[in-house]
C-alpha cells in the first residue's frame, strides 16, 4: 500500500496541476473498503485547484482525510456513476451536498458544523447519514425533496422544527436518536408524511412528546425509550398515527398513576410495548396524576368539539342546500305567478284598449256628447 501511496504521489507531481490530478482506489480486506472505491488520507487545503481533480467513475469511501471544505466545485467533479459517497472519520468543517449523489454518509467527523444545499436546482438525495458529527441544526433537509433515508444520530441537535419535513413525503425513516433533544416543535398545521415507517427519537432530553398535529398513517415503529417523558396521551397518538405496532417506552420517569391507562389503552389497540417491560417504571406523584388527566381531559373534549363542529358544519350544509332548494322553488312558484298575472294584465290592458276604441267610434257614429 505504501509503494501506491508514492506512485501516485510521485504521478501528481509529475503530471502536475495543469494535467489533472487522477486519484486512484485502494484494494484493502476491511469489510467497509470493499466495493466501489476507497480513498485513504485524501486531502483538500485551500491552495488545491479543485477543477484539476479527477475521481474515477464508482461509488467512494474516504477515510480519514482532510478537507478544507467539502465545496459545491468538489461536487461536481464526481462522475455521473457516482451514486454514493461515505466519509469516514474525516476532517470536514463544512459539506455541500452534491446534486447527482442519491446516497451520503457522514461518520464521526466531529468538525463538521455546516451542511449546504442547493435550494434553487433539484437535489437527487435519497439516502442521508450524520453520525457522530458536530451539526446542531437540520433545516437544510427541507430542500431534500426525495429523501427516502434520514440518519441524524449522536449529533448536537437540541431543538428540532418539524415543519422542515412538512414537503419531504417520501421519506420513510426518520432516526433522530442519541442527540440532546430537550424540544420538539409539531407544528402548527398538520403535517403529513404517508410514507413514514419508522420515527426514532430515543436517548434524548424530550419532557414532552405530543403527536397532536401529525398524520402518520403509515407509521409502524416509535422508539421514545430513554427520554425525560412522565405522561402520554396515547388517545391522540393512536388517532394521528393508525397502523403504529410498536412504540418503546422504557427509561422514562413515568408517573405511575398514568401507566395503567397508557398501557392499557396500548394493549387494547395491539400496540406491542413488551420489548422494553423489564426496563418499564414509574413514580408515584398525585398532582402531576391530577395535572396529566386533566391535559388528556382537556384534549378530549376538543377532539369532540372538534368532531361536532365538523358534524354540525355537514349538517349546517345540508340544511343550507335544502333551505336554497325550498326559495328557488318558492322563487319558481312566485314568478310563475308573476308571468301569469303579467299576461293577465296584458290582456286586460288590450280589451280595455279595445273597449275605449269602440266606445269612440259609438261616440262619433251617434254624436254623444262626453
Not at 159 to 174: K, W
Not at 351 to 358: A, F, G, V
Request: proline letters at 3%; hydrophobic letters at 45%; glycine letters at 4%.
Amino acid at each position: 500500500m505504501e509503494v501506491k501511496i508514492a506512485i501516485t504521489l510521485v504521478l501528481s507531481i509529475l503530471l502536475g496541476p495543469a494535467h489533472g490530478w487522477y486519484y486512484n482506489c485502494f484494494v484493502e480486506s476491511n469489510v467497509l473498503m470493499q466495493g466501489g472505491c476507497s480513498m485513504l488520507d485524501f486531502v483538500i487545503t485551500p491552495r488545491t485547484v479543485v477543477d484539476n481533480i479527477f475521481f474515477p467513475p464508482a461509488d467512494i469511501s474516504f477515510f480519514r482525510s482532510n478537507f478544507s471544505s467539502f465545496s459545491p466545485a468538489l461536487g461536481r467533479r464526481f462522475g455521473e456513476e457516482t451514486e454514493k459517497i461515505n466519509l469516514y472519520n474525516c476532517v470536514l468543517p463544512s459539506l455541500a451536498v452534491p446534486l447527482t449523489i442519491k446516497q451520503l454518509g457522514v461518520f464521526f467527523a466531529t468538525s463538521l458544523q455546516t451542511v449546504l444545499v442547493n435550494y434553487r436546482l433539484e437535489n437527487a438525495l435519497e439516502y442521508l447519514s450524520l453520525v457522530g458529527t458536530g451539526v446542531r441544526d437540520i433545516r437544510f433537509v427541507e430542500a431534500l425533496t426525495k429523501l427516502k433515508f434520514l440518519r441524524v444520530q449522536k449529533n448536537r441537535l437540541s431543538f428540532v422544527n418539524f415543519e422542515r419535513f412538512r414537503n419531504l413525503t417520501d421519506l420513510e425513516t426518520i432516526d433522530l436518536s442519541e442527540n440532546q433533544l430537550i424540544h420538539l416543535d409539531v407544528g402548527q398545521e398538520l403535517i403529513k408524511l404517508p410514507k413514514l415507517i419508522e420515527l426514532r427519537l430515543d436517548k434524548n432530553y424530550l419532557a414532552q412528546f405530543d403527536v397532536g398535529m401529525w398524520s402518520f398513517p403509515n407509521l409502524l415503529f416509535l422508539k421514545i425509550h430513554y427520554n425525560l417523558i412522565k405522561s402520554l396521551n396515547v388517545e391522540q397518538l393512536v388517532d394521528s398515527l393508525p397502523n403504529l405496532s410498536q412504540i418503546s417506552l422504557a427509561a422514562n420517569p413515568w408517573n405511575c398513576g398514568r401507566l395503567n391507562t397508557m398501557v392499557s389503552y396500548l394493549l387494547e389497540n395491539n400496540i406491542n410495548y413488551q420489548e422494553e417491560a423489564d426496563k418499564l417504571s414509574c413514580r408515584f406523584n398525585l398532582m402531576e396524576t391530577i395535572i396529566f388527566t386533566t391535559q388528556d381531559n382537556v384534549t378530549h373534549a376538543e377532539r369532540i368539539l372538534g368532531h361536532m363542529n365538523e358534524t354540525a358544519a355537514v349538517y349546517y350544509l345540508d340544511a343550507k342546500s335544502a333551505m336554497l332548494e325550498d326559495v328557488e322553488e318558492r322563487n319558481e312558484v312566485l314568478m310563475g305567478e308573476i308571468r301569469h298575472t303579467s299576461a293577465g294584465l296584458n290582456e286586460l290592458e288590450t280589451r280595455i284598449n279595445k273597449l275605449r276604441i269602440s266606445i269612440q267610434e259609438l261616440k262619433f257614429k251617434n254624436k254623444i256628447p262626453f
